[in-house]
C-alpha cells in the first residue's frame, strides 16, 4: 500500500468539481460534485443524532433501497436541517436536477449539507450550482481539491488523501476527502466524508467494511462533544480497477480493509487536528486495557475531557486531570496500576505510575506539550488490548468562533 497524490478523483472513473454558488458565503466555493462514470455501489454511515438533517435521511433510503448510486452533491453553508417539507423537497430537486444533467436517474444522486441549522437552501441557487458542477466535472487532482475545499465551513485546510493497494494482482485506489472543526464528537459520524473507489466489491461487504471501520476511525474523534444533525460518510465503489470482485472475507477484503482504516484514521485525524481554535493535535493511546471495549472507552473519556483539553492548550501536564477522565469513563481498573506519560517530537516522559506523580521536569513536560500533536499514552496492565482517541486542545479562539457562527 502506497500514498499517492490526490482524494476523491484519485481512483479511475470519478470525476469532481467545486464552484461558487452563493448558497450562503460569498466569494468562495460552497458546492460540491462527486460523480463516477460508472454505476456504483454504495454504502453509509450517519449521525446517531435523534435530529437529523433532511440529507440524511435522504441518503439512508438510498443506499439501503437504490440498486446502484452514481453522484454526491454536496452543499456548504446551511444545513438543511430541521427544514421540514421543504428541505426533503429540496433533496429531491437537488437530485432530479443532477440526475437530468447527469444523465443518471434521481435515485442514484445522494445529497449531503452542511452549515448552520434551521434556514432554508434557496432552490435556485442550489439548481444553478448543479449546473455549474456538472459543466465543471473533471477527472485529476485539482478537480478534486476543488471539491474538498468547497465543503469546508469552519475548516481551516482541505482535507483529502488516496492510496493504492494491489488486490487481486491489479491496483486499487481507495480516495477519500472530509470536512469537520466543530461539532465534533464520536456516535458517527462527526462530520461529511466522501470515499470512492475502483475496487470491485460487493454491496453487503462494502457495508460491512465501512461499519466495522468507523468503530477505530471517525468514532474516534472529539472536538466538543456535540454530534451533529447532519454527520455522514459515503462510500462509492465502482470496480474500475478490475480485480475479482470482493464477496467474502479472505485475503483480498482484509487488504481492502488495511487500505481503507489507513484512509479513514487519516482524514479523522485531520479533522481532530483541525477543530476550531485549535492549536495542536491531542491523541489518547491506551494500551494493557482488559477488553477494547474498554480502551475506547477509556481513550475518548481522556480526548472528551474539557479541563485536560485545557490543559493541552495551556501546554501544563496537568495528569490529575486526565486520571480524573479516566475515572469516570464508566471502565472498571486499579488506578494503582495505571501508568501515564506525555509524548511528542519533543520526546517522552513518564508522570504518573504506582498511584503517585513520578519525579519528572515541569520544563521539559512543557517542552514536550508545546508540539503540535501531543499524545497521552495510558498503559492498564490488564490485559492485551489497544485503542486510540483524537481531539484537540481547547482554546479561546473556540468561543469566538461559535458565538458568532450563525452571523
Known amino acids: ?198 475496487a470491485a466489491i460487493s454491496k453487503e461487504m462494502l457495508r460491512r467494511a465501512l461499519r466495522a471501520d468507523v468503530a477505530d476511525s471517525f468514532n474516534m474523534i472529539s472536538v466538543d462533544g456535540d454530534t451533529s444533525t447532519n454527520d455522514t460518510l459515503l462510500i462509492l465503489a465502482n470496480g474500475l480497477a478490475g480485480n475479482r470482485e470482493i464477496t467474502a472475507e479472505g485475503e483480498d477484503y482484509d487488504r481492502f480493509c488495511e487500505a481503507l482504516h489507513f484512509v479513514t484514521v487519516y482524514l479523522a485525524r485531520k479533522m481532530a487536528g483541525d477543530g476550531e481554535g485549535a492549536t495542536a493535535l491531542f491523541e489518547t493511546k491506551v494500551i494493557g486495557a482488559a477488553s477494547r471495549e474498554d480502551a475506547r472507552t477509556l481513550a475518548k473519556s481522556v480526548i472528551c475531557s474539557s479541563l485536560t483539553k485545557a490543559a493541552i492548550f495551556g501546554h501544563d501536564a496537568n495528569w490529575g486531570r486526565i486520571l480524573c477522565a479516566l475515572g469516570y469513563s464508566g471502565a472498571q481498573f486499579d488506578p494503582e496500576n495505571v501508568d501515564l506519560y506525555f509524548q511528542s517530537t519533543g520526546g517522552s516522559i513518564h508522570i504518573y505510575g504506582n498511584g503517585t506523580a513520578c519525579d519528572y521536569s515541569e520544563e521539559e513536560a512543557t517542552r514536550i506539550l508545546s508540539a503540535p500533536e501531543v499524545t497521552v499514552l495510558v498503559d492498564m496492565h490488564m490485559g492485551e488490548a489497544q485503542a486510540a482517541a483524537w481531539g484537540c486542545d481547547l482554546s479561546y479562539d473556540y468561543v469566538k468562533i461559535n458565538a458568532d457562527y450563525r452571523s
Open 1 to 198: 500500500m502506497k500514498q499517492i497524490e490526490g482524494g476523491v478523483t484519485a481512483a479511475k472513473g470519478f470525476q469532481a468539481a467545486g464552484v461558487e454558488a452563493g448558497i450562503k458565503y460569498q466569494n468562495r466555493r460552497d458546492m460540491a460534485l462527486i460523480y463516477s462514470t460508472r454505476p456504483c455501489a454504495a454504502a453509509g454511515t450517519f449521525t446517531s443524532n435523534v435530529v437529523k438533517a433532511a440529507p440524511v435521511l435522504w441518503d439512508k433510503e438510498l443506499v439501503e433501497n437504490s440498486p446502484f448510486v452514481q453522484a454526491v452533491i454536496i452543499n456548504s453553508g446551511i444545513a438543511n436541517a430541521c427544514t421540514g417539507k421543504q428541505g426533503m423537497d429540496c433533496c429531491k430537486t437537488e437530485s432530479r436536477c443532477a440526475g437530468e444533467l447527469l444523465g443518471i436517474p434521481e435515485s442514484a444522486v445522494l445529497v449531503a449539507s452542511t452549515g448552520v441549522i434551521g434556514m432554508q437552501i434557496p432552490t435556485e441557487r442550489i439548481t444553478d450550482g448543479i449546473r455549474k458542477l456538472a459543466a465543471a466535472k473533471a477527472e485529476g487532482p485539482e478537480a478534486g481539491l476543488d471539491a474538498a475545499k468547497a465543503i469546508m465551513t469552519t475548516d481551516t485546510v482541505p482535507k483529502q488523501i488516496a492510496v493504492e493497494v494491489e488486490l487481486d494482482g491489479k491496483t486499487v485506489t481507495i480516495g477519500g476527502m472530509c470536512k469537520g472543526s466543530g461539532m465534533i464528537h464520536p456516535n458517527m459520524c462527526t462530520m461529511l466524508g466522501f470515499l470512492t473507489t475502483d
